[in-house]
């Protein structure tokens, strides 16, 4: 029993050691901390976050976790102790508190693909030196004759390419066309020129990447988008150089020559927020035109109300007028069914932020230095702010405190600068399809989110020309 009495201490010392350690911890962990696991060492949760589901759904781990924890819970993700945000009240709180309680904080391997002066990534006076230029040229072009011309033009091309179509891959054709789009309007590449295709390429690669797994080896998507960017960096470069040596000036009146003429930023300034309107007009304006297509083929009351408003607008007009800015003001209900896409589609799942405090909302604590992610998803399908929220329903846009409800262009300082633009162009574009062409979707075709969003099938679409063909004015 003598020899068993330095065992017995050992192991009551031990125990009361742990015990006041445990004690400890447990003052220094706030009792409200939101509920959550977090997952397996290293990886945290991370690949059940970023496991494809459909992107009009809140997918398997979104609605487990929110019925195990509740719409605001704790897990690892992206490396990182995070609070994941399903609530739309907390979300507008972390947009609207960006560099006062929050900062943007993304993934470092995104960095390599996005660039140091990405707009998704820079804060601070640097972000609003950059949003500001951009944000001053596209509120510039959006109403401009000319811009809404060349949309329109585009528009009617895309659609006498169509004619003797009776399938489209109408994804990647909507991707060439807003590509097309943005290079001419920016850089004053025309769609034709060889040029305008290897971006093209460039970018497909680049979006393959974008959101793969942060593996820098030989052939993986990770490398290859980080290879296209420097590609594309490396194109936008040489048309810097070629303007500055001709010493062109304003003779393209591009966007390039705007920010050349104003000499505010430097060349990797320039290149990097050239890249990001390039990547926000082109991809995700061309993602939110599929969805819209995709939604309206299952709503038949909703297209056939959006063709009734372009009709009587097409009624309005001579034959070969063009559409102007007025025209875009009358088209109501199609805005409608741009927001409604947002919010059913999902083109941005969620964002990256990180406390720069200690924080307390709703009886939830957010450590500082722990990461926060806002799931616009999740509030966009919560049956306690919207009716039926899984139909596509445009006319729910006519109660203006569903505008409150839903963030479909993000919010805060960081609120999508091109918002509007991309809705122009969205709406030029679906007056010449809805006055034009039928179609129908595959039954096994349908938006996942992984999370970027992306169509199993690559949205392939059975058409026909519509009976009255109308609208289609030839150039």
């Not at 003052?27 to 970023?50: D, V």
């Not at 091109?418 to 679906?430: D, N, R, W, Y």
Request: proline letters at 5%.
């Amino acid at each position: 029993m003598v020899d068993l009495f330095p065992f017995i201490l050992s192991a009551f010392l031990l125990g009361l050691g742990l015990h006041l350690l445990l004690q400890v911890f447990a003052k220094q962990k706030p009792a409200n901390l939101p509920h959550g696991s977090m997952g397996w060492p290293l990886c945290g949760e991370t690949l059940g976050f970023l496991k494809p589901h459909r992107s009009n759904s809140m997918g398997n781990f979104l609605q487990e976790h929110c019925s195990r924890y509740g719409r605001v819970f704790k897990s690892h993700l992206f490396g990182s102790p995070t609070v994941v945000s399903c609530d739309h009240e907390l979300n507008l709180f972390v947009l609207q508190n960006e560099e006062k309680l929050f900062q943007v904080s993304y993934p470092k391997a995104m960095h390599g693909i996005l660039g140091k002066f990405s707009l998704l990534i820079v804060s601070g006076d640097v972000h609003k030196k950059l949003r500001n230029i951009g944000a001053s040229f596209i509120s510039a072009s959006k109403s401009k004759s000319d811009f809404l011309n060349c949309v329109e033009k585009m528009s009617i091309s895309m659609m006498n390419s169509w004619k003797n179509c009776k399938e489209i891959s109408f994804y990647k054709e909507v991707k060439k066309f807003t590509l097309n789009l943005m290079v001419k309007h920016l850089l004053s590449i025309e769609p034709e020129e060889p040029l305008a295709l290897k971006i093209l390429e460039d970018f497909l690669t680049y979006m393959k990447g974008f959101v793969s797994l942060p593996v820098y080896l030989p052939g993986t998507p990770y490398a290859s988008a980080v290879k296209a960017r420097a590609r594309l960096s490396a194109t936008v470069r040489e048309i810097i150089k070629e303007r500055k040596k001709e010493e062109l000036g304003l003779a393209k009146g591009d966007f390039l020559d705007v920010i050349l003429s104003k000499g505010s930023l430097n060349d990797e300034e320039t290149v990097s927020i050239v890249l990001d309107i390039l990547l926000g007009g082109y991809e995700t304006t061309a993602t939110l035109m599929a969805l819209i297509v995709y939604f309206l083929a299952l709503a038949p009351n909703a297209l056939e109300n959006l063709k009734q408003e372009h009709n009587a607008i097409r009624k309005s007009k001579e034959d070969g007028e063009l559409l102007s800015w007025e025209d875009y003001q009358k088209m109501e209900f199609t805005c409608n069914v741009v927001y409604e896409a947002m919010r059913c589609g999902n083109v941005v799942k969620f964002v990256h932020r990180i406390a720069l405090q200690d924080i307390k909302f709703k009886g939830y604590f957010i450590p500082s230095g722990w990461k926060i992610l806002p799931v616009f998803t999740a509030a966009h399908f919560d049956p306690s702010i919207h009716e039926n929220p899984m139909e596509f329903n445009p006319w729910r846009w006519t109660d203006k405190a569903t505008s409150k409800k839903v963030m479909p262009f993000g919010g805060g300082p960081r609120l999508c600068p091109g918002a509007e633009l991309a809705k122009v162009v969205i709406a030029f574009f679906l007056h010449h399809l809805v006055l034009n062409y039928r179609w129908k979707t595959m039954a096994d075709d349908f938006p996942l989110a992984y999370p970027y969003v992306e169509f199993r099938r690559g949205l392939l679409l059975e058409i026909e020309p519509a009976e009255a063909m109308a609208g289609n004015t030839e150039t």
